[in-house]
């Protein structure tokens, strides 16, 4: 059975780990570098990215992280995650990942809509597309990608699901909905 660690500083981990073992892989919290040796992959939650980059700066797991990722664990970042695995993030120097090429707009889509909900279609997860409900809550915006990274789901003409290899980032909060299928995707991407 794959084992699927969850970061555990902040955000809605639980909900996280509650949707790895609705697709049937075992769920981990992870909070320090150790702990990472079990997994076959990583979800980084939604947050608050520059606390969680801090954090995992103080225990040592953003060099962890890219030591497992170098032997081939696979990663995936929600939101605030998907903040931390950019390579750029305009008009920040906070501490992240930065392992995905790709640059990020913190809370792009304004004070007044800090929290709303759309359908989005997925392609490349299932054996066919389909719709699910994104719940963007101070959501960041994709303003720019890579040729190699994949866009799985676009949202207004933004990417707000992206691949490449490996690594996988959503800019809205997958677990808060019942529809588990990116997570089922992850689940294969960190066991093939
Ligand atoms: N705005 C947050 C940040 O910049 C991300 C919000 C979220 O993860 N829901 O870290």
């Known amino acids: ?15 996280h780990a509650e949707a ?4 049937g892989a075992e ?20 947050g608050e990215s520059t606390t969680i980059g801090m954090l995992m700066d103080r225990f040592g797991l953003m060099e962890a992280v890219h030591a497992r990722l170098a032997e081939g664990m696979a990663l995936f970042g929600t939101c605030a995650g998907a903040i931390l695995m950019a390579r750029d993030i305009e008009n920040s ?3 992240r990942l930065g392992v995905l090429p790709m640059t990020v707009r913190r809370n792009a889509y304004g004070r007044q809509i800090e929290s709303f909900e759309a359908s989005i279609r997925v392609d490349g997860v299932a054996s066919e597309p389909f719709d699910v409900t994104a719940v963007f809550i101070r959501a960041p915006l994709i303003t720019a990608a890579a040729p190699e990274v994949t866009v799985l789901a676009a949202f207004e003409s933004s990417p707000v699901v992206v691949q490449h290899g490996r690594l996988l980032a959503a800019t809205f909060h997958p677990e ?13 991407m960190a066991v093939t």
Not at 20 to 23: A, K, L, P, Q, Y
Not at 28 to 38: G, I, K, M, Q, S
Not at 176 to 188: K, Q
Request: charged share 20%; aromatic share 8%; glycine share 8%.
């Open 27 to 46: 769920a981990l919290l992870v909070r320090r570098p150790e702990e990472l040796d079990a997994i076959d992959g990583l979800i980084i939650p939604g």
């Open 1 to 15: 059975m794959a084992v699927i660690g969850v970061l555990a500083f902040q955000g809605d981990f639980a909900r």
């Open 20 to 23: 790895v073992s609705r697709v």
């Open 93 to 95: 120097t906070q501490p």
């Open 176 to 188: 808060l909905t019942e529809n588990f299928a990116i997570h089922r995707h992850f689940v294969a």
